[in-house]
């Protein structure tokens, strides 16, 4: 960060002229690597923004979240179904109905009129009664759905 900034500094760049050069730099070119859209962030502290989002996307500290491996568990999971089961049967993420609620569910397909739902869990929790709450969180959605209505097409 201190080269790209003593950089811009020594040549000046600024205003519009620094937005070019954002651009050239995040551009989609032929490669492995690929940026996101430009965005805006509005903080009361720059100098730890900077380090923040240097973190994220350099230093790849996301990894360690646990909705990030649940992500990719759900990744695995889905890979493994889709080379195992017949071939009409696909779980995908979808969003179901429980009465006012929309409940968000990872992997779910429909079998003879009746949803399947694939909710992996990651249980690294910082102690006991933070991984007990989280399974419970996934227990009382899909008991919202159950008892939505739509519980005589999801079955547990």
Not at 50 to 79: C, H, P, T
Not at 124 to 153: F, P, Y
């Amino acid at each position: 960060m201190n080269r790209i900034r003593h950089y811009l500094a020594q040549h000046h760049i600024q205003k519009h002229e620094l937005v070019n050069y954002f651009k050239e730099v995040t551009r989609t070119r032929e490669s492995i690597l690929h940026f996101g859209e430009i965005g805006t962030l509005l903080t009361p502290d720059i100098h730890l923004a900077i380090e923040q989002l240097y973190e994220r996307f350099i230093g790849r500290n996301f990894a360690d979240a646990k909705e990030y491996k649940e992500q990719q568990m759900v990744k695995a999971l889905k890979s493994q179904l889709t080379a195992q089961l017949p071939k009409g049967v696909r779980y995908t993420k979808q969003i179901i109905k429980a009465g006012m609620f929309d409940i968000s569910v990872p992997l779910a397909t429909r079998i003879n009129n009746n949803y399947r739902i694939i909710r992996p869990l990651a249980f690294e929790q910082q102690n006991v009664l933070l991984a007990m709450e989280h399974g419970e969180t996934w227990v009382s959605r899909l008991n919202k759905l159950i008892n939505s209505g739509g519980g005589k097409r999801i079955k547990l």
